[in-house]
Nanobody
Framework: QVRLVESGGGLEQAGGSLRLSCSVS????????MGWYRQAPGKQRELVAS???????NYADSVKGRFTLSRNVAYATLYLQMNNLKPEDTAVYYC????????WGRGTQVTVSS
């Protein structure tokens, strides 16, 4: 069974930085497609950034140049470095993994004040 444990959310001022972590267990981390999604109040869940099984990253236009997705294979952890945060980045951020089927973390709240 795949297990995802997220951490790193919190309250930050606009222009600040946060780093989210997602510890993944129960899959072949190296070849598992994974990513981060977010859901703001009253809005649909949207893709923030993803990495394919071949290691190709993809970013939402709204975060390009500000967010960076990375992973540490040795620790089976996925990271999302978020710089130059904006109030519109406020949302619950979810780690997502596809290993035979889709798995979701419980989410971590990110709040950016203006």
């Amino acid at each position: 069974q795949v297990r995802l444990v997220e951490s790193g959310g919190g309250l930050e001022q606009a222009g600040g930085s946060l780093r989210l972590s997602c510890s993944v267990s129960g899959s072949n981390f190296r070849i598992t497609p994974m990513g981060w999604y977010r859901q703001a109040p009253g809005k649909q869940r949207e893709l923030v950034a993803s990495i394919s099984s071949e290691g190709i990253t993809n970013y939402a236009d709204s975060v390009k140049g500000r967010f960076t997705l990375s992973r540490n294979v040795a620790y089976a952890t996925l990271y999302l470095q978020m710089n130059n945060l904006k109030p519109e980045d406020t949302a619950v951020y979810y780690c997502n993994v596809f290993w035979r089927r889709e798995f979701w973390g419980r989410g971590t709240q990110v709040t950016v004040s203006s």
